[in-house]
Each structure stands twice: as C-alpha cells, then as structure tokens.
C-alpha cells in the first residue's frame, strides 16, 4: 500500500551539524536498563527500531566518569576502550539500516550518590537533590565543585565525545535536564556561585556552553552536537530581554548546538503515564524553542497519530518528532507510516511500565511490545514470526491480553487458530478496566490484536462460548492453550505478611464484584495491597459514581507501587480532587456490616471505621478450574489427539498486562516444542581490552 502524500513530510531528510538524518523520526535517548554489561541484547533492541525506520537511534544517559555513578540503577558508561567496543555493536547495528546513532553523555552531579564507585557526588554549590524516591534516596552530600573540577569534568566531555566518536556515534550529546549536573548549573536554587559560572542566566548556561564547546572541538567536524535540556521550570522564570529564562537560554546557545533536544525536570511531567496526560503534553512548554533558534529541535510527546506528528511539523513545533515510548511500543512505526500501513501501528498505551523497569533495574519491558529486549536473547523479531514447520490447530480458551496475543502469533507463525471466550466482548480484563478513569487508552492492547487478527484467514474467533472438557474434547486441536485469567480473593494478611483467611460478609466486595456491575451500597472503605494502579482506580470510579469512599493500606503510599510507573504523585491528587480520605499503614482486621476495624501495621493499635461496605483490592488466584477439569480427562484428551495443554496468562501466574502479553507470545512461539525449548542466550560484558580508566588513552 502507498502512504498519503500528506505523510511525506515525515519522511524529509534534516541536517544535524555535519550529520543528516534520513527522516525525521528520532528515537531521543531512554533508559533500556541495558548497560554496558548487556551489550548484545542492547545492540538487538535499539537496531531492531533501526531496522523499523526511526532515523536517529540513541543510547540512554551514558555516564562519562565514575564520578558519575548511578548505580544500582542501570546505566551506560563511556570510560574505557571496553566500554567503547560494547557501543560499537549498537552503533552497527544502527548503521546496517542507514540510521544515525547517537549517544547521550551524561554527568549525574547531585543527583547520583555514587555507591559503587564511591567518589564524592559533583554540584555547583553543595546543594543535594531531594529524592522522594527510595530506589533515589541516598546519604552523601556531594561537594562543590571548585575550577578545577569543572575543567575535569570539561575534560572528560571532551574525552568521552571522542570516545563516542570511535565507537561510531554520529550525533554526541551535552545533558542538562532531569536534575543532572548541567541542570543544576542552570537553576539559581542549585547554583549560588559567585564566580562566572553563577548569578545571571548568561552566566548560569556557562558550565553547559563549555561542555557544548569542547564537545564542538573534540568531534564537531564528525559529529552532530545535541544540547538536551529540561525547559519546565525556566519557562515559568521571566528573562530580562526574553519572555522568559528558557527563552533566553535558546537564544544564547543557539550557536553552540547542532540540535535541540527539549523536554521537562522530572520523570512523572516529561513521561507521565496516560491515565493522566495526553499526547502531545510537552507542546505549551517547548512551544517557542523553533522561534529561537535555526537549529533542528526534537520534543517528546507520545506520539503515535501520524497526523499529530505532520501537525508538529507544520505548525513549527518541531523538526524531529521525537519517540521513547512509541518506539519501544512499536519500533516499525515509521515503517509503517511508510508504507500506508497505519492500521497495524501498535500503538504505546502510556502505562509506563517501560519506566518502571528502569525503576527496578532491569531490562525494559513493555506491555505492547513482548518483543522488546527479546531480540537478540530469545530471537523475537518485532514484526515477523518464524513459520511453523507444521501448519497445527491451535484453541486459544480465553480473549484477554494473554489469550489475543497467543491467538495473534500463533496465527502469524501459520497455525490454524480458533479462540474463543466466554464473553460478549474480547479483551478479558481490560473490557471493564478500560472504562474506569483514565484507562481507555490501555485498550490498545485489545485494538490492536484484533484489528490484526479480523485481517487473517486462518484464525475463527467465537464470543459468548464458555468451553468445558467435553466442547474441548469435540474440537480436537493439537493444542490447547488455557488463557482464562485470575480472580480476586477477598483474602486478608498479618502484619507479618502472613495470609490470614478469608473476610467474609455479604458487603465485602472484591474488583470481580465491581467489574460484574454489583457496586456497594453506602459508605464503602477501599482496602488495597495489590499496591498497583487498581486500587486506586477503582476508588475513583467509586466516587464518580457517588459513592462516599474511603482508601486505606497497609503501604506507605496510595498505590504504592505506582511510583515506578511515574504516576504516584498523579495518583494522590486525583485521590484528592474525588475528596477520598487516604489512610496508610493500617491493616484491615474485621468488618462486621457496619463498622471496619483497622490495626495500625507497626504498633497495632486500633481504629474503628463506620462503613456500610468494603472493597478488598489484594490477592488475585488463576482460574484453575478448567485446567484442573482437563487434567482429570488426560486418557480422553490423548484419544482425541490433543498433544499438548499450555496454562498462560492470568491463569498461570497473575500478574500486569505486560505478564500477560509476553505469556502469550513466548507461549505462541515455544508451541509444540515441549521440554526441547531453550533457556534464552545470556549476554556478557565486553572484556577484550585490560580494564582501567585511563580517559585520554581510551580518548585516543
Ligand atoms: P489474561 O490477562 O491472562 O489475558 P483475562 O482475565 O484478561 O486474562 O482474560 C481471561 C478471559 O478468559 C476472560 O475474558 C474470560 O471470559 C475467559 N474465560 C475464562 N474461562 C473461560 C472458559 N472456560 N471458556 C471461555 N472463556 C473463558
Ligand atoms: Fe508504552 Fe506501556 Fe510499552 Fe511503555 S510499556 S512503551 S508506556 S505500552
């Protein structure tokens, strides 16, 4: 199929300093959790976007010294030879698809506290940064940086730029967003210097103007120089001359970059989760930075309409449109777009847990791509599927995520596929989670995969079919895969984290409950320790129905957990606008019709709460009756031929959507293989070179 004329601007080449991009599709960096020691499975997953079409591809923060140490977050390094031979694989990988690679160098200043290489933090002027986050919190203080630190760390700039250069990066950034050390240069709150580098804007850009400088001369006749910068803040900062300091700075550093990288201070506004914001949230913030300078500008905005992404450029927003998320979510977007084919765009969903995966130190996961970091360790292209060698019928019992996904890639590997639910609608959990506040857009995960699979020949899918054995039994498949979800339990726990049994009483509900249209009468106490999103979503969905509601748990926060998916604070404050009282480090102990007796987690003193209802939002058991029924019946299964019964999803091991998707994908791609599959490949750091830290010899 042709794409529409009105695309091609999309598709325009755009000059980066000596550099030019093929497209203006540009994968700004992000964190893969990759690091240094994974530098296959990093080259897989950033060349597999390559190979989707994304014009630029770059690496996350990329640290330029051990003063710079973000561990036990993942992080790449650039400081030593073995460093630059793991890049080049990336950088490759890139090139082998006429992409252009770039690299995000990156100093941490305060924000680090350099636990593994323990150095002394860098900043301005002896101001921490406060971290509300315990995987951030830390207690070292970092020191002021006198001159010769800031020549140091100009020095090593210089020296990591030229390592990037030989590792075949083509664009070399400078970092000052986020709250990292060229950020903190820029804020009068972190920087209190009296000297030249503090004082007025034109003297707090100076440390970023130097590290664009030596940048410019060190590989600047090779190399596009990106200046990446968090604009929130100084934005609502009047300027002297301009409208306001982020004005300013633009202006004033326009001759020292090749590229524009623009974005926001903090994780949760520069990458919030969908629930919350919409696509295109950073425009109000970064709207004026073309009218400023004549050099290319790239901004975020988790696009994935492509008439969005025109609009962008027509309007003078952007040159680049820039993708972390829709990139992982779908690294042949741009391919797509190409070729007219922008119905099979798998959307991003906005849930963040990409970021959340970064939050625990690991490898990115994504909800709508199974693939992503799959490429190079199990060989899971994000497009294609190996073929069967023999064409198999395949029943898929159960249409949620884990169910279409495994119907999906069991169908593209060429089996004949049937999928049948039990409902009206396909989608499992997702046909009601997708109408509570916030969530519609996670329905892409259903979208999608239908969209697809009405499109094949070889799958026939049957709502409003409830299988038990015997219909099983009569359809004879090859192979039987068990998609059929979870349950909420109304199960309570000690403080010891001990279960505890049931609480029961007709007005204990349970999510089930509430998904099935029953809603609690009166005053209902929300009781969460499941700690993810659904507690609090379905508080809110209670008060829009007009339910007085109240939330407790025995977590420190509402919806614990949801501090690595960005969204905590976002929850809060929409806790707060439904006026829904927040009670943290209480255990629910007893109900009795009328009143809720909470147990204070650490002293165990009581309280007595007045409520007509109770919603317990905490442990969740796979179906297992279906299983259970089959195993019973295995002789008559073997009769009827059916060679193999597979349990994926929620029914296996309850979990997030992603679990569910990855399920069913790795399901559909391990089918028939039985105990002859393989453990994925194991990735080892790069250790050809003698270890050491010598910049300049590395530097060349
Ligand atoms: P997952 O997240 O693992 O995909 P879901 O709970 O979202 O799980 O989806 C499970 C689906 O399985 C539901 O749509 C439910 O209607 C369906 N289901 C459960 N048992 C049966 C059954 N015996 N026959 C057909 N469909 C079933
Ligand atoms: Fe988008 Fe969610 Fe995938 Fe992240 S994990 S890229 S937010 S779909």
Redesign the pocket.
Known sequence: MMRDSRYDVLFEPVRIGPVTAPNRFYQVPHASGMTNALPRVRAGFRGAKAEGGWGVICTGACSIDPTSDDAPLPMATMWDKNDIRAHALMTDAVHRHGSLAGVELWHGGASVMNRASRLPPLSPSGIPWMATHIGFMGNLRPKSMDKSDIRDVLRWQAEGARKARTAGFDIVYVYAGMGYLGYEFLLPEYNKRTDEYGGGIENRIRFVKEMLDVTRDAVGKDCGVALRVSLEELRGRAGTHQASEAHELIELLSDHADLFDVKMDSSPTDCSASRFTGEGSHEPVIDFVKKMTDKPVVGVGRFTSPDTMVSQIRRGVLDFIGGA?PS??DPFLPNKVREGRLEEIRE???????ISSWHDSVPV?????PTAGEEWRRGWHPERVEPAKKREKVLVVGGGPAGLECALTSARAGHEVTLADAGKAWGGRLTFEKTLPGLAAWNRVVDYRLGRLNDMTNVSMYLESALGVDEIIDLAPDHVVLATGARWTRMLYSSMEIPVGQLDHPEVYTPDDIAAGRLPQGPTLVFDFDNYYYGGVLTEHLAVQGIPVSYVTPAGQASAWTIMTNELPLVHKALARRNVSVTTLQMLTDFDGETATLTHLFNGEQTQVSCRSVLIVGLRLPRTELRDALEARRADLEAAGIKSITTIGDGLAPGAI?HAVHSGHKAARELGLGQSRKLYLRDTPITDCEPGFEHAEAAE
């Not at 996961?365 to 791509?369: A, D, G, L, M, V």
């Open positions: 998320r992982i979510a991003c969903i906005g849930c963040n847990i990409c996961r994504c909800t709508q791509n992603t």
